[in-house]
């Protein structure tokens, strides 16, 4: 057993993880390495300041185990709505003319609910099938619109549960398309309630999913895909951030 003096000097040289690993070792090692004054060298390292303080507001213990590490990832809690309480109205316009207008029922956007047809391209598809939540919906019928004409979308969303309506995408257009993915995209900044003075730039992002067409000028439209992957990338972050909208 090695005698207290020896532990006293190595226990200073060692970093936080591996002196947190000597406290499990034995009884004697966990009463020396509980010592403040170990944990007042490592704090001393990351954040010299606080060793400045005669009256420290915790001990440098607790200090270093609670802010040591950056914290990713924080237990979400439920959200306060569901996509049963929500309604989408989307609408696509080409030049003047309506393309495109639905209610669509919040469970039927539910990332997964819906099959992509046979035939598109691979690089669609695994975009598709990817980790990234994506709120998806089949064009039925589809339609098909030619890159000359100018293509414009909104999204509104009501509540059922409050009657009342927000707003997602602003008659914003599809200024990209992207030949290689077959995806048209627009996007429009989240207008958030007052409550939440400090929360902005976060785009709602919406795509029209395309194939081949027989005449390489057009574009064959056979779905929608909507994600907020800029703040929220699960069904329980969206519903969040859809709560936080600035709802009249």
């Not at 598709?128 to 030619?146: D, Q, S």
Request: glycine share 2%; hydrophobic share 40%.
């Amino acid at each position: 057993m090695l005698s207290d003096e020896m532990l006293k000097a190595v226990f200073p040289l060692l970093e936080g993880t591996d002196l947190a690993a000597c406290m499990s070792v034995c009884k004697q090692w966990h009463q020396i390495a509980q010592d403040d004054y170990f944990w007042k060298c490592l704090c001393a390292k990351r954040w010299p300041s606080t060793c400045k303080n005669p009256s420290p507001p915790m001990t440098y213990r607790r200090l270093f185990k609670t802010f040591y590490k950056h914290k990713h990832h924080r237990t979400l809690l439920p959200p306060r709505i569901s996509l049963s309480d929500l309604e989408f109205y989307i609408d696509i316009w080409a030049d003047d003319d309506l393309l495109f207008s639905q209610v669509v029922a919040g469970p039927v956007f539910r990332k997964g609910n819906w099959t992509p047809p046979p035939g598109i391209c691979n690089i669609l598809r695994h975009h598709l099938e990817g980790p990234e939540y994506k709120m998806t919906l089949p064009v039925e019928p589809r339609f098909a619109v030619p890159y000359t004409q100018t293509v414009s979308v909104s999204v509104l969303v009501a509540r059922k549960d409050s009657n009342k309506v927000a707003c997602i995408i602003n008659k914003s257009m599809f200024d990209y398309i992207d030949r290689s993915s077959y995806r048209a995209l627009a996007f429009d900044y989240l207008v958030f309630s007052p409550v939440y003075p400090f929360v902005s730039g976060i785009r709602a992002w919406i795509s029209l999913l395309f194939m081949e067409h027989v005449n390489e000028n057009v574009i064959d439209v056979f779905g929608i895909e909507m994600d907020f992957c800029d703040a929220a990338n699960s069904e329980d972050e969206v519903l969040w951030l859809l709560d936080m909208l600035d709802w009249k």
